[in-house]
Nanobody
Framework: VLLVESGGGMVQPGGSLTLSCVAS????????MSWFRQPPGKGPEWVAHIKIGGRDTDYADAVKGRFTISRDNGKNTLYLQMNALKQEDTARYYC???????????????WGQGTHVNVSS
């Protein structure tokens, strides 16, 4: 299993970024996926989840209405569109594979190295 995130960087408050996660080594279309993040000096926190087909999604309250998770099963790629970014969104963002029948906010069986997002003026 290999998950490779990209798209992070520095952005001003109110700005936007789109993160990508390219998956390989497994059948991407048969797994639900999540994004989680780890702010500096804090523990990991779940951000968003998308089911296998891509139609059903869920978001943490902190990002609801600003972030959009999506997937392209033909390209084995997961996305996170982030709008109206705030300083508190600064974190390392990870995509994660979610095994079936677990709490997708808490349990993953693999994740990438992450990509860093820094929201600063």
């Amino acid at each position: 299993v290999l998950l490779v995130e990209s798209g992070g960087g520095m952005v001003q408050p109110g700005g936007s970024l789109t993160l990508s996660c390219v998956a390989s080594g497994f059948t991407f279309s048969t797994y639900a996926m999540s994004w989680f993040r780890q702010p500096p000096g804090k523990g990991p926190e779940w951000v968003a989840h998308i089911k296998i087909g891509g139609r059903d999604t869920d978001y943490a309250d902190a990002v609801k209405g600003r972030f959009t998770i999506s997937r392209d099963n033909g390209k084995n790629t997961l996305y996170l569109q982030m709008n109206a970014l705030k300083q508190e969104d600064t974190a390392r963002y990870y995509c994660a594979r979610v095994p079936s029948d677990v709490d997708y906010r808490l349990q993953y069986d693999d994740w990438g190295q992450g990509t860093h997002v820094n929201v600063s003026s």
